[in-house]
C-alpha cells in the first residue's frame, strides 16, 4: 500500500514534461520558505529555477499569504462578464502605469498560453474589424515557445514540444532573431511575404526562454519592430517570463524604444503564488473592438477570468516588486553571478556562458547536439536532485532562475554544486 507522497502520487498523477515509464519517482514537496522547498522527510532543496520561472520573492511569503486569506474572507469569485470587483479594478490600475509603451487596457486569463491566445486573437480580430481582410499572417522567430494550447504552439518553433500536433497548427512565418549581421536581410525576408499581409508580430523580448535561454540584442531588435511598425504590422510582446525583473529592468521592452502594441503577463505576475494571466493593449487595439455591431466584439473569456483571490495576489506581489529592496536583491544577484561566471569559464566543460538581468545560462560541452532532448539532461537531473538543488536543465543548456530573495550562500551551494558536476564530467 502506498504511504508516502510520492508513493501515492504514482497511483493517480500524470506529470508534465514527464516520460512517466522512464522517469524517477517525484519527489514530495510539502512546505516552502524564502528560496527553498522541504519534502515530506524535511529535507530542503534550493529552489534555483523558481518553480518554473514563476516565483520572484520567494515561497510562502507572508505578505501574499495574508493578503490571499483577507481576500478569501472577502470575494474569492465572481461573474467578469457585466460585473466587476475591486481587485481587478485595482490591479489594472496600478500595472499599466508601470508598463512599456502605451498600454491602455488590461483582459484578463488564466495563464501564459491563454495570454498569448488572447493576444493572437486581438490582433487577428483587429484586422478583421477594421476591414482589412488580407492582414492575416503571423510572424514569429525560430526556437520561439510561446505556450501549448493550440494557437500558442502554432506561433512557438517547431520542436518536439509541438511535433505531434505539427500538421494542424496554423501556418506561421518563421525568422532568425535579428542581429547587427542579419537586419538587412530580416526586412527583406518579411517584405517578399507582403507587409501588407500581416497581421502581426510575436516575440520573447531579449531572452528565448524553452528554446534554450537564447539571449539576442536589444538594438536589432528594435531596429526590427520599429521597421515593423512603420509597416503596420502589430507587435506582440511575450513578457510571460522576462516581466518582473527578469532582465534586469522591470519589463524587458524597456531595452527598446519601439513600443509594443499588446504585453502577454503570467508566471511572476502573482509571485509564482496562484495561475493568473494578462494581456494588455493599446487604446488604438481596443478601439477597434468597439461598435453597435455585436459581431466586432471579442469573443473569448474563461470562467475564471480575473478571479479576485489571483488578483489580489497580483497586487501584493507588485507591492512587494515595487519595492526598492526588490531591486536591489536583483542587482546583488546579477553581480553574484557575474563573480561566478569568472570561475565558470575557467572550466572547459562549458561554453556560450550568458547572462541577462538575474538569469544565467551556459551549454554543457557534450559530442551530442546543443537540442533539448539531449541525453545529458538525465545525468543532470539525477545529480542535481541529488544535492538537493532544483536545477532543470533545457537538454544540455544549464541555467539558473532563482527567486529574487535567494542568498548569497543559496547561491553559494548552486555555483558549488555546478562546479562539482563540472569537474567529475
Given at each position: 500500500?502506498?504511504?508516502?507522497?510520492?508513493?501515492?502520487?504514482?497511483?493517480?498523477?500524470?506529470?508534465?514534461?514527464?516520460?512517466?515509464?522512464?522517469?524517477?519517482?517525484?519527489?514530495?514537496?510539502?512546505?516552502g520558505?524564502?528560496?527553498?522547498?522541504?519534502?515530506?522527510?524535511?529535507?530542503?532543496?534550493?529552489?534555483?529555477?523558481?518553480?518554473?520561472?514563476?516565483?520572484?520573492?520567494?515561497?510562502a511569503?507572508?505578505?501574499?499569504?495574508?493578503?490571499?486569506?483577507?481576500?478569501?474572507?472577502?470575494?474569492?469569485?465572481?461573474?467578469?462578464?457585466g460585473?466587476?470587483?475591486?481587485?481587478a479594478?485595482?490591479?489594472?490600475?496600478?500595472?499599466?502605469?508601470?508598463?512599456?509603451?502605451?498600454?491602455?487596457?488590461?483582459?484578463?486569463?488564466?495563464?501564459?498560453?491563454?495570454?498569448?491566445?488572447?493576444?493572437?486573437?486581438?490582433?487577428?480580430?483587429?484586422?478583421?474589424?477594421?476591414?482589412?481582410?488580407?492582414?492575416?499572417?503571423?510572424?514569429?522567430?525560430?526556437?520561439?515557445?510561446?505556450?501549448?494550447?493550440?494557437?500558442?504552439?502554432?506561433?512557438?518553433?517547431?520542436?518536439?514540444?509541438?511535433?505531434?500536433?505539427?500538421?494542424?497548427?496554423?501556418?506561421?512565418?518563421?525568422?532568425?532573431?535579428?542581429?547587427?549581421?542579419?537586419?538587412?536581410?530580416?526586412?527583406?525576408?518579411?517584405?517578399?511575404?507582403g507587409?501588407?499581409?500581416?497581421?502581426?508580430?510575436?516575440?520573447?523580448?531579449?531572452?528565448?526562454?524553452?528554446?534554450?535561454?537564447?539571449?539576442?540584442?536589444?538594438?536589432?531588435?528594435?531596429?526590427?519592430?520599429?521597421?515593423?511598425?512603420?509597416?503596420?504590422?502589430?507587435?506582440?510582446?511575450?513578457?510571460?517570463?522576462?516581466?518582473?525583473?527578469?532582465?534586469?529592468?522591470?519589463?524587458?521592452?524597456?531595452?527598446?524604444?519601439?513600443?509594443?502594441?499588446?504585453?502577454?503577463l503570467?508566471?511572476?505576475?502573482?509571485?509564482?503564488?496562484?495561475?493568473?494571466?494578462?494581456?494588455?493593449?493599446?487604446?488604438?487595439?481596443?478601439?477597434?473592438?468597439?461598435?453597435?455591431?455585436?459581431?466586432?466584439?471579442?469573443?473569448?473569456?474563461?470562467?475564471?477570468?480575473?478571479?479576485?483571490l489571483?488578483?489580489?495576489?497580483?497586487?501584493?506581489?507588485?507591492?512587494?516588486?515595487?519595492?526598492?529592496?526588490?531591486?536591489?536583491?536583483?542587482q546583488?544577484?546579477?553581480?553574484?553571478h557575474?563573480?561566478?561566471?569568472?570561475?565558470?569559464?575557467?572550466?572547459?566543460?562549458?561554453?556560450?556562458?550568458?547572462?541577462?538581468?538575474?538569469i544565467?545560462?551556459?551549454?554543457?560541452?557534450?559530442?551530442?547536439?546543443?537540442?533539448?532532448?539531449?541525453?545529458?539532461?538525465?545525468?543532470?537531473?539525477?545529480?542535481?536532485?541529488?544535492?538537493?538543488i532544483?536545477?532543470?536543465?533545457?537538454?544540455?543548456?544549464?541555467?539558473?532562475?532563482?527567486?529574487?530573495?535567494?542568498?548569497?550562500?543559496?547561491?553559494?551551494?548552486v555555483?558549488?554544486?555546478?562546479?562539482?558536476?563540472?569537474e567529475?564530467?
Amino acid at each position: 500500500m502506498a504511504t508516502t507522497l510520492s508513493e501515492r502520487d504514482l497511483q493517480v498523477i500524470w506529470h508534465p514534461y514527464t516520460q512517466m515509464q522512464t522517469a524517477p519517482a517525484p519527489i514530495g514537496i510539502v512546505r516552502g520558505e524564502g528560496a527553498s522547498l522541504y519534502d515530506e522527510e524535511g529535507n530542503r532543496y534550493i529552489d534555483a529555477t523558481s518553480s518554473w520561472w514563476v516565483n520572484i520573492h520567494g515561497h510562502a511569503h507572508p505578505y501574499i499569504a495574508q493578503q490571499l486569506a483577507a481576500q478569501a474572507l472577502q470575494l474569492q469569485h465572481c461573474i467578469f462578464a457585466g460585473y466587476t470587483h475591486p481587485t481587478a479594478v485595482t490591479l489594472a490600475e496600478k500595472l499599466l502605469p508601470i508598463l512599456p509603451g502605451r498600454q491602455s487596457r488590461v483582459f484578463y486569463s488564466d495563464n501564459g498560453s491563454t495570454a498569448v491566445e488572447v493576444a493572437l486573437k486581438m490582433a487577428l480580430q483587429y484586422w478583421h474589424n477594421k476591414g482589412v481582410q488580407q492582414r492575416k499572417k503571423i510572424l514569429a522567430f525560430h526556437h520561439s515557445y510561446h505556450g501549448d494550447t493550440f494557437g500558442a504552439m502554432s506561433v512557438s518553433s517547431r520542436s518536439v514540444f509541438t511535433a505531434p500536433f505539427d500538421e494542424l497548427l496554423f501556418d506561421v512565418h518563421f525568422i532568425d532573431t535579428p542581429s547587427a549581421d542579419n537586419i538587412t536581410a530580416l526586412k527583406a525576408t518579411i517584405q517578399s511575404l507582403g507587409t501588407d499581409a500581416i497581421a502581426a508580430i510575436i516575440f520573447e523580448p531579449l531572452l528565448q526562454g524553452a528554446g534554450g535561454m537564447l539571449m539576442y540584442e536589444a538594438s536589432a531588435l528594435d531596429q526590427l519592430l520599429s521597421w515593423c511598425q512603420e509597416q503596420q504590422i502589430l507587435l506582440i510582446a511575450d513578457e510571460i517570463l522576462t516581466g518582473f525583473g527578469r532582465t534586469g529592468k522591470n519589463f524587458a521592452m524597456e531595452n527598446v524604444a519601439t513600443p509594443p502594441d499588446m504585453i502577454c503577463l503570467s508566471k511572476g505576475l502573482t509571485g509564482g503564488a496562484m495561475a493568473l494571466g494578462i494581456t494588455t493593449c493599446t487604446a488604438a487595439i481596443y478601439e477597434a473592438f468597439l461598435s453597435e455591431n455585436k459581431l466586432k466584439t471579442l469573443f473569448h473569456g474563461h470562467s475564471f477570468t480575473a478571479n479576485p483571490l489571483a488578483c489580489s495576489v497580483a497586487l501584493a506581489s507588485l507591492d512587494l516588486f515595487l519595492d526598492p529592496n526588490c531591486a536591489q536583491q536583483r542587482q546583488r544577484v546579477q553581480a553574484q553571478h557575474e563573480a561566478f561566471i569568472q570561475r565558470l569559464s575557467a572550466s572547459s566543460a562549458v561554453k556560450q556562458i550568458r547572462l541577462l538581468g538575474t538569469i544565467l545560462a551556459f551549454e554543457i560541452v557534450t559530442p551530442g547536439q546543443d537540442t533539448y532532448t539531449n541525453q545529458l539532461a538525465d545525468e543532470l537531473h539525477r545529480f542535481f536532485r541529488q544535492k538537493r538543488i532544483m536545477l532543470r536543465p533545457l537538454g544540455n543548456t544549464l541555467y539558473i532562475l532563482a527567486p529574487y530573495c535567494i542568498t548569497d550562500k543559496e547561491l553559494g551551494e548552486v555555483y558549488g554544486a555546478i562546479m562539482e558536476f563540472l569537474e567529475r564530467y
